[in-house]
């Protein structure tokens, strides 16, 4: 508990009212990309028009990425931008690909660990995948999540985008990504998230 605690005074203290210029590093796939949409209509970029403008959101993500692939570019993101918070917003991919559920979680533990230590304070990002990729198997890849935020003490953005797809006109043609209609709702999920932390959002 005692790390999340400091994660906690690390947010107050880096966003708090008289602190700015934090960088807030979105390492993401095609969900954060913004794949199939216009990325300035992406919820990466409407989350930054709602920020106070000394903060500045770094959106390094890219639409197919894995565990294995963020785990390799998040050293050099680091170390290039040196956020002050990481959003991990990935797994999804690994779930549609069948990977071994210990191995997405190692991966993304690996991620934590590198924020971490480079002082930057990890926020992961919960996924889901569909059903008809094996119900036993969705299941306990949308365990991974809750669990390792406990674990790990970290802070975790609740996948809550079950009514997108029964909303028309929320998923594109391919029955996975968000429209861009949908791009404001999934930013207000993250928005309510971390502005129970932000107190200067």
């Known amino acids: 508990m005692r790390l999340f605690f400091q994660s906690l005074c690390c947010l107050f203290i880096l966003l708090g009212a008289n602190t700015y210029g934090s960088t807030i590093l979105v390492l993401g796939d095609s969900l954060s990309a913004g794949y199939g949409i216009n990325p300035e209509k992406g919820w990466v970029n409407l989350l930054q028009n709602d920020l106070h403008p000394e903060h500045k959101i770094v959106n390094g993500s890219i639409s197919g990425d894995t565990t294995g692939g963020g785990l390799a570019r998040l050293p050099l993101l680091l170390e290039k931008f040196q956020p002050d918070f990481v959003v991990l917003e ?21 991620m934590i660990a590198l924020c971490r230590e480079k002082k930057a304070v990890p926020i992961l990002f919960g996924m889901r995948i569909p059903p008809n990729y094996g119900r036993r198997y969705a299941k306990a890849f949308a365990a991974v999540y809750p ?4 674990e790990q003490n970290v802070l975790l953005i609740p996948f809550e985008l079950e009514e ?3 909303t028309e006109g929320m998923i594109q ?29």
């Open 90 to 110: 990935l797994g999804g991919n690994d779930g549609l690909r069948g990977h071994p559920l210990s191995l997405m979680k190692k991966n993304l533990s690996s």
């Open 164 to 166: 997108l797809a029964v």
């Open 147 to 150: 669990a390792l935020a406990k």
């Open 173 to 201: 043609q391919d029955g996975l990504h968000p429209t861009e209609l949908a791009q404001p709702m999934m930013k207000a999920i993250v928005l309510r998230t971390l502005s129970s932390l932000f107190e200067n959002l």
